[in-house]
Structure formats: structure tokens, C-alpha cells
């Protein structure tokens, strides 16, 4: 997602309003942010700590775009992304950060970007965002996947009606089927019900066989929150990576995180990553428990947007539980304070801060 008056698309200039971050309620933690790397003391039983800690890993990969979508596989990662006028583009990348074009093959239609993949009760599908100039409208299609590797995909179907919008519908788009524990598969996708800035909103509809979907009630998160990804969707304990459209103070685009029990309804995001460059279209999976892969597209919308890699890492103290959607039981009202420690800032549950830090 770019943010701007253009479909997801058009690299318009970044969105402007100031929201402030805010502690994340009736989760296990409080969090802060230190750019690049986030911080969180929870309130938990036995004093425990969780940290959440985002940090680039040090590969170039040497691709373009934006909307990455990534799966793991045999070889590797495989990354399909939106890389200009052609549509989507498709790599293989090693470990060590080498990636290999490989060829995705479509049947009939224009260009397709938004590329994601889900394993649906009707077999492996893709989904993905066409405009049809015909039309004037653009939407939301799927196609089985012809081979185990989904780089050939079978003849498109149209999600929902609810999916398809006219052209000019900016910041619109970006779906990301999600399976769901009972076999369903969900779809999140951006919609801008106004034109405003920073007034996008995050929906969702559901189908049993991954085809025809119906739109649930509400919404899943407004403000200008975008690009979601999720990294875990289990009974009871959901996690999200998303972006913004550049709505805070320093008006680059940013990725947040946020948690959920029931995959609805979603905690206020929390900032991940500080000012400079762009970040958004993050798509990731987890390496082992608690330690994701995330790729997501950096830049500015002036000039080209590179994929970058990173290691999203989610600790836990022996004290706290594994996890980040477990709420500790209320005794009493606890008090929030703000301590302080040269760049370092972290909100803390009590009256004291920890050593070292001082009370802002």
C-alpha cells in the first residue's frame, strides 16, 4: 500500500496527520518505541518481561516493488511482489538473501499485483487485485493454483462484489487470505469508505470454500492502519504485522503490530519502527516459536521502493507466558508511568521505574 490519492498502485506523497501511539489495553504488555526495536514491559503475574524486537537482517536481495507475499518452501522463500507496469513479479531466495527470478504464468486477464496464496478446502489458491479498464472498476479475484509452486494459476473468479470498486478508488486493496482454525479462509483488505487522509479502514469477509465470500460485520481497525499480514491465526491467539499511511508525526509510513483472540477484534496497533524511510507491505511466517521472517517494502514514493528483509522476535521471560494474546487476571487498578533512559522509553505498571531509568 502507498499511501496517497491513488490506487495501491500510484506512489503518491505520504498521508499527514498526527496520531498519537498509545498503549495497547487488555493485552499483556506496554509498549514503547525505539526505532527499529520496540521494547515492551508487561504487566504479567510474577513481573515477567516481553520484549518485541524487529531488526533488518543484513542481506541485499536485489528486488523491487511493493506488496510482497512470501511462502516458505524447499528451496527456500519464495516472493511474489508488484514490480511496475507488468504486474507481478516472482523470486526464489535462498537463506543467505540470494534470490532467483522465476516466471509466473496467469491465465487470460491484464496485470495482477496484491499476489497472496491460501490453502483453501477447494485446494491452493491465489488471490490477487486486477483492474479491468473495461469496467472502470478494479477487484479482488482468485484462481486455483496449477502447480504445487502456484507460479501457474488457473482461470480468475471474482471474490465477492463487495470486492470490486471503481478504478479510482484509491488506497483500496491489498487482500491477505488468512485460513482460519476451522478451515475457513478470511480475507482482510483496505477500504476507503471517505476520502480523507489517514481515514482507511481494515475489513474482512469469510467463505467455507475460499471462493465466494460475504462481508462481516464492521470493521476490523480504522485510522489509516493498511497492509495487514497475519503471522498467527490460532484459537485464541492471533498476531498481526500491518502499516500505516503515514499518520504520525513524522509522517513516514510505518509498521505496527497488534493481537487479537478472535481474529475481529484487534488491539490498538503499536509502532514497530521509527522516522526515515517508508515501510509498509509487510508479509512474513514464523521461523520457530516466537521468531518471525518478514520482508516488507521500504523507500520514499518518489523513487523506487526496494523488499528488504527482517527478524521480528517475540521474548518472554521463564516467569511470563509464551505468547501475546494471553490477558493476566486484574486484582487491582494498576497505574501507567513513563520512564526514561537516554533514547529509550518504556511504560511502565506501577510507581517506580527500573534501574537506571528515570520518571518523565
Known amino acids: 500500500m502507498v499511501c496517497g490519492n491513488g490506487s495501491t498502485r500510484y506512489f503518491d506523497p505520504i498521508c499527514s496527520l498526527v496520531n498519537e501511539v498509545v498503549s495497547m489495553f487488555r493485552r499483556v504488555s506496554r509498549i514503547a518505541c525505539v526505532a527499529g526495536l520496540l521494547a515492551v514491559t508487561a504487566a504479567q503475574p510474577s513481573s515477567a518481561v516481553v520484549e518485541w524486537e524487529l531488526i533488518d537482517d543484513s542481506v541485499s536481495l536485489g528486488m523491487n516493488g511493493v506488496s510482497p507475499h512470501v511462502e516458505k518452501v524447499a528451496g527456500g522463500d519464495r516472493v511474489w511482489r508488484s514490480d511496475g507496469p507488468s504486474g507481478t513479479e516472482v523470486s526464489l531466495c535462498t537463506d543467505a538473501g540470494v534470490c532467483t527470478s522465476e516466471r509466473l504464468t496467469t491465465t487470460g486477464g491484464g496485470p495482477i499485483n496484491d499476489f497472496a496464496v491460501a490453502q483453501t478446502t477447494s485446494g491452493l489458491r491465489a488471490y490477487f487485485k486486477r483492474v479491468e479498464?473495461?469496467?472502470?472498476?478494479?477487484?479482488?479475484?482468485?484462481?486455483?493454483?496449477?502447480?504445487?509452486?502456484?507460479?501457474?494459476?488457473?482461470?480468475?473468479?471474482?471474490?465477492?462484489?463487495?470486492?470490486?470498486?471503481?478504478?479510482?478508488?484509491?488506497?483500496?486493496?491489498?487482500?491477505?487470505?488468512?485460513?482460519?482454525?476451522?478451515?475457513?479462509?478470511?480475507?482482510?483488505?483496505?477500504?476507503?469508505p471517505v476520502e480523507g487522509n489517514c481515514t482507511e479502514k481494515i475489513a474482512s469477509y469469510i467463505s467455507a470454500d475460499g471462493i465466494s465470500f460475504t462481508k462481516e460485520p464492521g470493521w476490523r481497525l480504522e485510522g489509516g492502519y493498511v497492509d495487514t499480514e497475519m503471522l498467527r491465526a490460532k484459537d485464541g491467539e492471533w498476531l498481526m504485522i500491518l502499516a500505516d499511511i503515514g499518520c504520525t508525526a513524522s509522517r513516514n509510513q510505518k509498521l505496527f503490530i497488534s493481537t487479537s483472540t478472535d481474529g475481529l477484534t484487534w488491539s490498538k496497533p503499536t509502532v514497530l519502527t521509527g522516522s526515515g524511510e517508508s515501510k509498509l507491505d509487510p508479509t512474513g511466517y514464523e521461523v520457530s516459536t516466537n521468531v518471525f521472517r518478514i520482508y516488507y517494502s521500504a523507500g520514499d514514493p518518489r523513487n523506487a521502493f526496494v523488499v528488504k528483509r527482517a527478524t521480528l522476535r517475540i521474548k518472554s521471560t521463564p516467569a511470563g507466558s509464551v505468547g501475546v494474546t494471553q490477558t493476566p487476571k486484574a486484582t487491582t487498578k494498576s497505574k501507567t508511568i513513563t520512564c526514561v533512559k537516554g533514547k529509550t522509553v518504556r511504560k511502565v505498571t506501577g510507581t517506580t521505574c527500573p534501574k537506571g531509568f528515570t520518571k518523565k
Open 133 to 192: 479498464p473495461q469496467t472502470n472498476t478494479q477487484a479482488v479475484y482468485s484462481a486455483p493454483c496449477l502447480t504445487a509452486d502456484c507460479l501457474s494459476i488457473g482461470a480468475a473468479t471474482l471474490t465477492s462484489s463487495g470486492m470490486q470498486v471503481s478504478k479510482d478508488i484509491r488506497a483500496w486493496g491489498v487482500p491477505d487470505p488468512v485460513r482460519l482454525p476451522d478451515g475457513r479462509i478470511r480475507i482482510y483488505i483496505v477500504e476507503s
